[in-house]
T-cell receptor
């Protein structure tokens, strides 16, 4: 079974530029999560999708971050414009359904550096 | 709001020695509790989880954790560490609020294994 795929693996941009990350979850997984992991910290949940609907985005900085999951499969996370403090690893995870009982499977992440 | 504290940023052990990683949580009730491992350049992998019942839970790779309600702790243990266990370890709590499942991670403990 293929795991969660993310691209690109690394991205370097200058502040005020835009960037987008892509995630392909495990086939059949209805729930998709995006996390931000700043160096020296644990992952912080940004947004959670159930199929193509948003379940929770309370920790997403909506003035610059956006995410979508068209057709309930792949998802993209966008930052526009980027700030220095957005430098982090962005992790995507998926699970069969939402909730603690359903194990989350994580992708390798995209490491973003904002100069 | 829930929170997770991992008091040790780094832990160094010799190969073959026992290991205990500490985790304390703050939440009004008993949350769902998890331990994850993250190897360099990879996503997180679930080691074990506690929902209810027996307070000593067994996980993969020979790890176990004990839930102690009186101490609000969920410490991770392994009787004999292998060099391949060197990685970052994250404790997490999961809370359902307003119909949404929100996982919160600690900042992580880096395990260094000496030969």
């Amino acid at each position: 079974e293929a795991g969660v795929a993310q691209s690109p693996r690394y991205k370097i941009i200058e502040k005020r530029q835009s960037v987008a990350f892509w995630c392909n979850p495990i086939s059949g997984h209805a729930t998709l999560y995006w996390y931000q992991q700043i160096l020296g910290q644990g992952p912080k949940l940004l947004i959670q999708f159930q199929n193509n609907g948003v379940v929770d985005d309370s920790q997403l900085p909506k003035d610059r971050f956006s995410a979508e999951r068209l057709k309930g499969v792949d998802s993209t996370l966008k930052i526009q414009p980027a700030k220095l403090e957005d430098s982090a690893v962005y992790l995507c995870a998926s699970s069969t359904l939402a909730g603690a009982y359903n194990e989350q499977f994580f992708g390798p992440g995209t490491r973003l550096t904002v100069l | 709001a829930q929170s997770v504290t991992q008091p040790d940023i780094h832990i160094t052990v010799s190969e073959g020695a026992s290991l205990e990683l500490r985790c304390n949580y703050s939440y009004g009730a008993t949350p769902y509790l998890f331990w994850y491992v993250q190897s360099p350049g990879q996503g997180l992998q679930l080691l074990l989880k506690y929902f209810s019942g027996d307070t000593l839970v067994q996980g993969i790779k020979g790890f176990e954790a004990e839930f102690k309600r009186s101490q609000s702790s969920f410490n991770l243990r392994k009787p004999s560490v292998h060099w391949s266990d060197a990685a970052e370890y994250f404790c997490a709590v999961g809370v359902t609020a307003g119909g949404s499942y929100i996982p919160t991670f600690g900042r992580g403990t880096s395990l260094i294994v000496h030969p």
